[in-house]
């Protein structure tokens, strides 16, 4: 069975850094995209970053300049680094893959748990 397990939040002060991780276990053969997205309460969640297996990548405006997301191919997961970080970007952070191969097929829509990244002083 294929899950996507994030780690890395926590509660930061304003102008810090965080470093989120994910990491997708299971028997998988491939991935190509993975992605971040947030959701802070009452808002609806957001797309914050993605990168592809042909090392393609796409930040939202609102972190572009702080964040930067990279990928382990081969370890199947992704790392979202932040910083500079805001109130603003006081959220649940979830992990996202949109298609997984797997040698029994395909599987599609995979979220991880969600990690708490609270910035605050």
């Known amino acids: 069975q294929v899950q996507l397990v994030e780690s890395g939040g926590g509660l930061v002060q304003p102008g810090g850094s965080l470093r989120l991780s994910c990491a997708a276990s299971g028997i998988i053969s491939s991935i190509n995209a993975m992605d971040w997205y947030r959701q802070a309460p009452e808002k609806e969640r957001e797309f914050v970053a993605g990168?592809?297996?042909?090392?393609?990548?796409n930040i939202a405006d609102s972190v572009k300049g702080r964040f930067t997301v990279s990928r382990d191919i081969a370890k199947n997961t992704i790392t979202l680094q932040m910083n500079s970080l805001k109130p603003e970007d006081t959220a649940v952070y979830y992990c996202n893959a949109p298609v997984i191969m797997t040698p029994k097929g395909i599987g599609f829509d995979y979220w991880g748990q969600g990690t708490q990244v609270a910035v605050s002083s």
């Open positions: 990168a592809t297996s042909s090392g393609s990548t």
